[in-house]
Nanobody, 121 residues
Framework: EVQLVESGGGLVQPGGSLRLSCAAS????????MSWVRQAPGKGLEWVST????????NYAGSVKGRFTISKDNAKNTLYLQMNSLKPDDTAVYYC??????????????WGRGTQVTVSS
């Protein structure tokens, strides 16, 4: 059974940092690209960042570029998202998703249940 379990969300003040984790099991994690996608209250899904299978290639949405860093530890089957300089607009449920290919296609076959990130003073 494929499982993606996010953790690390919470309440943080503007300008603060959080590190999200996504523990993967049930599939060949090292063979697939992975992404973070978020959904703010009352809004649709927004792609945040993608990393390729080996972790050597990354892409970011313009709204988070320079503040967020995606990484992938294939030995631990874990995806990360380091979020710095957080803004209230970053408030959302953050989901990790597995791509259908090694190179990012932004077509996803599995999703986690999400972790809530709230940025507020």
């Amino acid at each position: 059974e494929v499982q993606l379990v996010e953790s690390g969300g919470g309440l943080v003040q503007p300008g603060g940092s959080l590190r999200l984790s996504c523990a993967a099991s049930g599939f060949a994690f090292s063979s697939y690209a992975m992404s973070w996608v978020r959904q703010a209250p009352g809004k649709g899904l927004e792609w945040v960042s993608t990393i390729n299978d080996s972790g050597t290639g990354t892409n970011y949405a313009g709204s988070v570029k320079g503040r967020f860093t995606i990484s992938k530890d294939n030995a631990k089957n874990t995806l990360y998202l380091q979020m710095n300089s957080l803004k209230p607009d970053d408030t959302a449920v953050y989901y990790c998703a597995s791509d259908i290919a090694a190179s990012p296609s932004n077509v996803y076959n599995y999703w986690g249940r999400g972790t809530q990130v709230t940025v507020s003073s």
